[in-house]
């Protein structure tokens, strides 16, 4: 599945974790320096409730021979996991590294946006780089 991947990233361990990318470990060493109280992935959002479908047939192939009927099955729920939740001066703020993004995550975050305006004091950011990232932290700093 393409939304699983990280394009262009090589997957590093650093601190007993498993980074996605070496982005991701950057802004984590940022972040440890910086004071703020933070985690790195420590929710997976439901930003969209599947449900079934009881009145529409839908055609599915079996083992790409013969396309069977289903009906009365369950769409899968659409998740976002943000890199990094900080909570600072009563703000839930969340950060998500992007180097390069792949093809769901522009629906996703617009999803996961959309989700966070119903919130109150809920932040949203979305560095590329480590000189951004520590823009970010300057920024949550003077909360």
């Known amino acids: 599945m393409d939304n699983k ?4 990233a090589t997957a590093t361990f650093y601190n007993n974790i498993n980074f996605k990318s070496k982005l991701e470990v950057s802004c984590y060493k ?6 703020l109280t933070f985690a790195y992935e420590p929710e997976t ?3 969209w409730v599947g449900n079934k479908i009881v009145n529409t047939i839908v055609y599915l192939p079996n083992n790409y021979k013969i396309l069977v009927p289903k009906s009365n099955f369950k ?9 990094f939740k900080i909570t600072h001066k009563g703000y839930t703020i969340y950060v998500d590294s992007k180097g390069h993004v792949n093809d769901v995550y522009p629906i996703k975050k617009k999803m996961f ?17 480590v000189k951004q990232m520590m823009q970010t932290i300057e920024i949550i700093k003077k909360l």
């Open 5 to 8: 991947k990280v394009k262009n």
């Open 30 to 35: 940022k972040l440890e320096t910086s004071g």
């Open 45 to 47: 959002i439901t930003i």
């Open 75 to 83: 769409l899968r729920d659409i998740t976002y996991t943000p890199d």
């Open 113 to 129: 946006l959309q989700y966070l305006d119903k919130k109150p004091k809920h932040m949203f950011f979305e560095p590329h780089s």
